[in-house]
């Protein structure tokens, strides 16, 4: 693979053996972020990926993340020609301007900070639920767990509903909607026939159109869902941004539950003082740190997604107007040049109150659209890791060979079994 180099300064080009490294990271990294990596090495803070049909620029690092997200935001558009845009249509994340600064007000007093203490009871009931299942000294896939406890609260919180039931009949569905806007073939070939999707992804259509008939016809409920239709909303609308949220409010704290127990199983120390803080100061510091590093390594969504409406104009060059630009959160992550140690595991560097530079941490993106979820993922996470903490102990089954697939999030592949017994 080619990296076309960017910078006005006189820099190195890139050396001839990039293409050997990069296809090396690929297949030692089991993904294309190894060789993500490689690129930044070599190129720095901006390049291009040279495929056929498919040349986005990538970004990164503090002062690029500020321009994208703040300084020079007006120059971008969120929406995109791809399948993220085919399936969410109008959704909140993928609109620009006015239009999405109306559905982002009418979404965000459901989400807002003072909202959250409401959902805590129910967070830590639906995490019981869901473990009152497991068996004693069963081994679990803690990524699949980690969805249906994500999954349960957020159509409650969210929609008021309580999808116990309705689980298995809904997992496949919302499995195809993720794999939809999953990278893949048609990366190089835009409109690949999909044929598998329309049944599935008819079914997710179906229900949550049967949602909102329900809503219509029965007693109001303090929810976003209400606050969609009291607005005078289409169905049509109104199933975007539930799609939309459904999607981007569980997927994401799926892999993040998950990442977490990959980094404990792999840290056994820091696991056993975890839970020796847990059961003496019933919450911990400690835990905030694991899940801050956990972001930090294992940002679930890892890239945002742009279409460059002006030319942007970065330190390292100019991007013109028409490309697709990502700005990687992964690759800022890591960057070696901001954080000690930028590959390991080490939760105390959030211990203290010490701080990182600006736009140096990004988890949940930045500026006036910075995840409207993110206090609610944060409070969730905390709550039922300190609920699954409690009540059991974890014991990695077999964690070498788990890798970051890039799906629709960051997520560990091919699962994350451990065996769990009652404390
Ligand atoms: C660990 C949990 C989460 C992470 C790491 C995360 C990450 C992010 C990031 C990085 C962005 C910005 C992307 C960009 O700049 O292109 C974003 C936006 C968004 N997130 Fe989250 N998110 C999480 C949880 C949630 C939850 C729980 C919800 C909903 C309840 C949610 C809904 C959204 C929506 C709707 C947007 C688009 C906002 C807009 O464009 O105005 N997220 N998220």
Redesign the pocket.
């Known amino acids: 693979m080619q990296i076309i180099q960017m910078r006005q300064q006189p820099s190195p080009a890139p050396s001839p053996t990039v293409g050997l490294r990069v296809l090396r990271a690929w297949l030692q990294s089991g993904s294309p972020l190894g060789p993500l990596q490689v690129m930044a090495d070599e190129t720095g803070y901006l390049f291009q990926i040279p495929l056929p049909g498919f040349n986005p620029y990538v970004v990164f690092g503090p002062q690029a993340n500020r321009a994208?997200?703040v300084t020079q935001r007006e120059k971008l558009l969120?929406r995109n020609t791809d399948p993220v845009t085919d399936l969410l249509r109008r959704?909140?994340?993928?609109v620009d301007g006015s239009e999405?600064d109306y559905?982002?007000k009418l979404?965000e007093p459901?989400?807002h900070p003072a909202r959250l203490p409401d959902y805590a009871e129910m967070m830590v009931a639906q995490a019981k639920r869901v473990s009152d299942r497991w068996q004693e000294g069963e081994a679990v896939d803690l990524l699949v767990e980690s969805r249906k406890i994500?999954l349960l609260i957020?159509f409650q919180?969210?929609f008021s509903e309580d999808i116990g039931e309705d689980l298995p009949y809904l997992w496949q569905p919302i499995l195809k909607a993720i794999q939809f806007i999953s990278p893949g073939a048609w990366i190089l070939w835009r409109r690949i026939p999909r044929p598998s999707f329309t049944h599935p992804l008819r079914r997710l259509d179906a229900y949550l159109y049967s949602l909102i008939a329900r809503r219509r016809a029965g007693e109001p409920r303090p929810d976003m869902l209400q606050a969609l239709i009291d607005a005078g909303l289409s169905d049509e609308v109104i199933r975007d941004q539930m799609l939309?949220?459904l999607i981007?409010?569980?997927d994401?704290?799926t892999?993040?539950l998950a990442w977490v127990f990959v980094l404990l199983g792999r840290h056994r120390q820091v696991m056993a003082e975890l839970q020796a803080e847990i059961a003496r100061d019933g919450k911990s510091p400690l835990l905030d740190a694991v899940i801050k590093e956990a972001?930090r390594l294992y940002?679930?969504?890892h890239?945002?997604?742009?279409r460059v409406a002006e030319p942007l104009e970065l330190e390292e060059g100019t991007i013109p107007a028409g490309a697709r630009l990502f700005?990687s959160?992964y690759l800022t992550q890591r960057d070696r040049r901001i954080w000690e140690a930028a590959e390991e595991f080490r939760p105390q560097r959030f211990l203290g109150g010490r701080q990182t530079p600006p736009f140096a941490y990004?988890?949940?993106?930045?500026?006036?659209?910075?995840?409207?979820?993110?206090a609610?993922?944060?409070l969730?996470?905390r709550l039922v890791l300190t609920y699954l903490l409690q009540h059991f102990t974890f014991e990695p089954v077999q964690l070498e060979h788990i890798y970051p697939h890039m799906g629709a999030?960051l997520e560990p592949h091919p699962g994350v079994w451990m065996r769990i017994r009652r404390r």
């Open positions: 994208v997200l969120w959704g909140v994340l993928v999405h559905y982002r979404m459901a989400l994500a957020i919180a969210l939309t949220m981007a409010g569980h994401t704290s892999a993040l972001l940002p679930p969504i890239i945002g997604n742009r700005y959160i990004v988890p949940f993106g930045g500026g006036p659209r910075a995840c409207i979820g993110a609610f993922g944060q969730e996470a999030t």
